[in-house]
């Protein structure tokens, strides 16, 4: 098993940045694919960001592409989501998912992930 903890999340006016941390212990964090979810308030919670377990290949939702960046660093156990020119829009609740397997491939769906992190809350004003 992995345990998942975000971290970085907090208050910004629009047009800020944020970094969100995802930190993983347990099995190795290399034999897992990660990925961004959020949840908007009164919404269902939607993909924004994966990356594969080599960082070979990443995909975005349209709606960040451009803005958000994910990236991992498997010597630290850890995944980010970098978030540029932020909008109302993008104010949510993050959670940080992993999949395990051997593939090396990136996953979009919430049913194709294995664990979850608690979700750290994003707000952007206005």
């Known amino acids: 098993q992995v345990q998942l903890v975000e971290s970085g999340g907090g208050l910004v006016q629009a047009g800020g940045s944020l970094r969100l941390s995802c930190a993983a212990s347990g099995r190795s964090f290399s034999a897992y694919a990660m990925g961004w979810f959020r949840q908007a308030p009164g919404k269902e919670r939607v993909f924004v960001a994966a990356?594969?377990?080599?960082?070979?290949?990443?995909s975005y939702v349209d709606s960040v592409k451009g803005r958000f960046t994910i990236s991992r660093d498997n010597a630290k156990n850890t995944v980010f989501l970098q978030m540029n020119s932020l909008k109302s829009e993008d104010t949510a609740v993050y959670y940080c998912a992993a999949r395990y397997g051997r593939d090396d491939l990136v996953y979009t769906l919430e049913v194709q992930y294995n664990y979850w992190g608690q979700g750290t809350q994003v707000t952007v004003s206005s």
């Open positions: 990356i594969t377990r080599s960082s070979g290949s990443t």
